[in-house]
């Protein structure tokens, strides 16, 4: 992608939908747009590693055990916020 293609996909989006994009819970089509930006963004694919360290580290500890649908969700809108945060005083 150049510069204008890598604009089209804002870091914010990209960062939020990244569990979507590790649950292979997204079109195909997106899943390749959200990879693009992370082979380019350093910043996000910085966040992105973290995500995969956290997710592995779950994944060890509780792997014998599955989060209700309500967890999660909660999950996903607690990080989006913290997630937020960090963009913007970043």
């Known amino acids: 992608m150049n510069g204008a293609e890598h604009n089209e996909v804002d870091c914010r989006e990209v960062l939020s939908e990244v569990y979507f994009y590790l649950d292979s819970e997204c079109a195909e089509a997106r899943r390749d747009i959200i990879k693009q930006h992370l082979a380019e963004c350093s910043p996000c694919l910085a966040e992105y590693g973290i ?33 937020d945060l960090e963009i913007e005083t970043g």
């Open 51 to 83: 995500e995969q360290d956290v997710r592995a580290l779950v994944h060890r500890c509780c792997s014998n055990e599955t989060a209700p649908q309500e967890v999660k969700a909660r999950l996903r809108a607690k990080l989006a916020k913290i997630t």
